[in-house]
């Protein structure tokens, strides 16, 4: 029987977009590849045009994202995830991620994801599904900021 604290990340995990429609089962197995992160604010989370080794999601905190020139894109607030598009695409980071405040998490490499995800091709499927709409979105909402 899952404890409370595990519970509680179950339910976070459940609800992050790249990881909608995962069961109880498939979440408990990706959390158990999943390594804890705590940050000071300030503090680097991942940085522009180095390689995406891992995605983090945050549970409690602030992170901020920048882009290369130092221009604010955005937030990341508790319950989101950053980082899931490089480790995807292979791609190395776009921005910078920071703590804006004390922050923690946890962080789950590209290589534990993929190995969750070739042992278990429903979640596979689930996961890919929701990573295709997620950069759908993402790719919309910047045609709509080059349109403004």
Same mark, same amino acid.
């Given at each position: 029987?899952? +404890?409370?604290?595990?519970?509680t990340l179950l339910q976070i995990v459940s609800k !992050?977009?790249?990881?909608?429609?995962l069961?109880?089962?498939?979440a408990a197995h990706l959390l158990k590849s999943?390594? +804890?992160r705590t940050y000071q604010p300030s503090e680097v989370v991942y940085q522009a045009s180095d390689p995406s080794q891992e995605m983090f999601i945050l549970l409690q905190g602030r992170l901020s994202v920048v882009s290369p020139k130092g221009t604010q894109l955005g937030d990341?607030?508790?319950g989101t995830s950053c980082g899931e598009m490089g480790v995807f695409t292979g791609l190395p980071r776009v921005a910078t991620v920071i703590a804006a405040q004390q922050s923690a998490g946890f962080a789950i490499t590209k290589q534990n994801l993929h190995n969750a995800l070739r042992a278990d091709l429903g979640m596979q499927v689930k996961v890919l599904q929701n990573v295709i709409s997620? !950069? +759908?979105e993402r790719l919309a909402s910047a045609d709509t900021n080059i349109e403004d």
């Amino acid at each position: 029987m899952a +404890s409370q604290g595990q519970q509680t990340l179950l339910q976070i995990v459940s609800k !992050l977009k790249i990881f909608t429609g995962l069961s109880p089962r498939e979440a408990a197995h990706l959390l158990k590849s999943c390594t +804890s992160r705590t940050y000071q604010p300030s503090e680097v989370v991942y940085q522009a045009s180095d390689p995406s080794q891992e995605m983090f999601i945050l549970l409690q905190g602030r992170l901020s994202v920048v882009s290369p020139k130092g221009t604010q894109l955005g937030d990341i607030l508790p319950g989101t995830s950053c980082g899931e598009m490089g480790v995807f695409t292979g791609l190395p980071r776009v921005a910078t991620v920071i703590a804006a405040q004390q922050s923690a998490g946890f962080a789950i490499t590209k290589q534990n994801l993929h190995n969750a995800l070739r042992a278990d091709l429903g979640m596979q499927v689930k996961v890919l599904q929701n990573v295709i709409s997620l !950069l +759908s979105e993402r790719l919309a909402s910047a045609d709509t900021n080059i349109e403004d």
